[in-house]
């Protein structure tokens, strides 16, 4: 599991090293963002999972991160995406919401943690817990 989290933590240095490229003005900022589910039996899910990004300037709107053409959110597996919005700042922390496809009990996920890339900095947020139910949770910078 370990080089799986190094291997997360690699692909989100050069996504920082990629935007840094973007030359994004101070009104907009392009911000990679990257989940890791846990590598655990059962970790994964089907269910809907939105972020919002906090910072001393304000806070992004909750930003749907399930893409249509993959299978995301998968055990053990980083999921990158990346969204372009305004400044938000220092970055403070980060809200998950986790919304259950259904009330099957199934359909929960276990959030490792997530990062948060914007030009040449990276910030770490850390969860290592399940959402079994429909929740948002606040997740501040480690």
Not at 60 to 89: I, K, Q, Y
Not at 94 to 122: C, G, P
Request: glycine content about 6%; overall charge positive.
């Amino acid at each position: 599991m370990r080089t799986r989290k190094i291997r997360a933590l690699s692909i989100v240095v050069a996504l920082a090293a990629a935007l840094l490229c973007t030359g994004a003005t101070t009104a907009a900022r392009t911000y990679g963002i990257c989940t890791v589910t846990s590598d655990i039996p059962g970790a994964g899910t089907n269910s809907r999972v939105e972020i919002r990004v906090n910072g001393s300037l304000g806070s992004s709107p909750f930003l749907d991160l399930n893409d249509p053409d993959r299978n995301d959110f998968e055990a053990g597996h980083a999921d990158c995406f990346n969204r372009v919005l305004s400044d938000v700042g220092t970055m403070q922390s980060v809200d998950v919401r986790f919304t259950r496809k259904s009330h099957d009990q199934t359909y929960t996920w276990h959030l490792a943690y997530v990062v948060v890339a914007e030009s040449q900095l990276s910030r770490f947020f850390p969860h290592n817990r399940w959402f079994t139910a429909s929740a948002t949770r606040n997740l501040p910078i480690a």
